[in-house]
């Protein structure tokens, strides 16, 4: 039981898992509210507002609540780890919210780390340009050591206006056959191109100090959560991946996938990496498909063969949750790797290549489940938790369309291990009026904390919302 929330001793029954929704309406700021639905025998708060961006959580050794922050998209050079603390069983509430780190370049998630033989504690943050590491010590309010740099990442491409270049990574640590590994997820970038660095749309995998580094996956385009499930098939890792941009609205499917375990170390790795499709393979129908869009040229920026051919059934729109982006519907998605910025030395080239694209599909590892096109997976956790309302289950927040008028995400899903279904469990994120879409909100990041009871991110609005048991 999570040491900071009280939760109902008496379990409700698995049954209920297929409930009636119910709509809750919550006020977060004068004259400000959203409503959301869900199972009816859950209750839903807000925990905490006015947090620029929030993205991730991860909680401590000591049993507090860490939140990522982005700040906006007009600068991603300000983000934030808080410290959600002083919590309110009455209110539901946190009373306090701390600034461990500022001025931080895309900090998406975090995850800690204990040395078994030393027991010193490390806070782990990925950034756009590199893998730093912290020490950490119960109850520290700020770092207490310098950073340590495991790793530097390619960190230059178009900014997100012109589609692809995928500012955020994302690291877990991990216990691997009886091993203690850390992995870091970085996407590509680009919407649709061939890469030249080992270290776009690939998963990397290392020793907690940043030693025997060995990449363990390619071909995921923009793997944002990534999470050790210790409870599912002796202790697995997963991943959210988000489908490319190019083939209109209703393709390509967007993925959840159980990574390959055997090839989570070096002396493990004896098999080749696995490719996960990106960026010729795509999934529809939740299977793997061959794209044959060409891929864009690498050659000048000013070069006219530089844009791939966009397909006559994409999506004309400019308009986007994030503003008006003029032309990106038409070409500027297409880009090649970095937005064809010239060829650099890759400085993670002891570690491989990029993989050459896949001319056929059949080796793709299958996916765990699918999404509606554009439904953008982000944040998941499981809940292994029996006789409850989320028995056996996953949830995954589906962060929603960036060009809101194709309708998909907004919403929570639930995935059962028995059938790999998606199912709505709390929606209301997005609404139609008269075929007119409204963004009320966008789900992130979860974080269990016990039987039925989580939190969840809106970096839309900048909440974090608690969900538990009626009383």
Same mark, same amino acid.
């Given at each position: 039981?999570?040491?900071?929330?009280? +939760?109902? %001793?008496? &379990? +409700?029954? %698995?049954? &209920?898992?297929? %409930?009636?929704?119910?709509?809750?309406?919550l006020t977060y700021a004068p004259g400000k509210s959203i409503t959301l639905s869900l199972p009816s025998e859950l209750d839903i708060n807000v925990a905490a507002s006015g947090l620029h961006r929030v993205r991730f959580f991860a909680q401590a050794p000591d049993g507090r609540v860490f939140a990522t922050g982005m700040y906006n998209l007009a600068d991603n050079t300000q983000g934030s780890i808080y410290i959600l603390d002083g919590w309110d069983d009455k209110t539901h509430t946190f009373t306090r919210i701390t600034h461990y780190l500022d001025h931080l370049r895309n900090p998406n998630n975090l995850a800690f780390y204990t040395d078994p033989?030393?027991?010193?504690?490390?806070?782990?943050?990925p950034l756009t340009d590199k893998l730093v590491r912290y020490k950490y010590n119960?109850?520290?309010?700020?770092?207490?050591?310098?950073?340590e740099t495991l790793v530097h990442f390619p960190d230059y491409g178009l900014s997100y206006k012109y589609g692809g270049w995928h500012l955020t990574r994302t690291v877990t640590a991990a216990t691997l056959h009886g091993k203690p590994r850390i992995f870091v997820s970085t996407g590509s970038s680009c919407n649709y191109c061939q890469e030249r660095e080992v270290l776009r749309a690939a998963v990397l995998s290392m020793n907690p100090d940043g030693s025997d580094q060995v990449v363990v996956a390619q071909g995921l385009r923009n793997a944002v959560d990534l999470r050790f499930i210790?409870?599912?098939?002796?202790?697995a890792l997963f991943a959210t991946d988000m489908g490319d941009d190019h083939l209109g609205d209703q393709l390509p499917e967007d993925t959840f996938f159980e990574l390959d375990s055997n090839n989570h170390s070096g002396p493990i790795a004896a098999k080749p990496t696995p490719n996960y499709g990106w960026p010729t393979c795509y999934f529809g129908n939740g299977k793997p498909v061959h794209d044959t869009?060409?891929?864009p040229s690498m050659t000048t920026v000013n070069d006219t063969k530089i844009v791939a051919p966009r397909p006559a059934a994409a999506a004309k729109s400019d308009s986007s949750v994030y503003g008006k982006q003029a032309g990106v519907a038409g070409a500027g998605t297409n880009l090649a790797a970095g937005g064809g910025n010239a060829s650099a030395v890759d400085p993670n080239a002891a570690l491989g290549h990029a993989p050459e694209p896949l001319s056929a599909c059949d080796q793709v590892p299958p996916a765990y489940t699918t999404f509606a096109a554009h439904s953008s997976p982000l944040g998941f956790a499981y809940f292994a938790d029996k006789s409850t309302v989320l028995h056996d289950s996953f949830l995954i927040a589906l962060h929603g369309a960036g060009?809101?008028?194709?309708?998909t995400g907004y919403r929570v899903v639930r995935v059962s291990p028995a059938d790999h279904k998606p199912k709505d469990f709390l929606t209301g994120f997005l609404t139609m009026d008269h075929g007119k879409p409204t963004v009320h909100g966008r789900p992130c990041g979860i974080l269990r904390l016990g039987p039925d009871t989580f939190l969840l991110t809106d970096d839309y609005l900048g909440l974090v919302y608690y969900i538990h048991p009626r009383s």
């Open positions: 039981m999570h040491r900071f929330f009280k +939760l109902p %001793a008496v &379990l +409700l029954s %698995a049954s &209920l898992a297929v %409930a009636a929704q119910s709509p809750h309406t033989a030393t027991k010193q504690s490390w806070l782990y943050v119960a109850g520290d309010n700020a770092p207490s050591s310098r950073p210790p409870d599912l098939d002796d202790g869009t060409p891929l060009h809101p008028h194709i309708g």
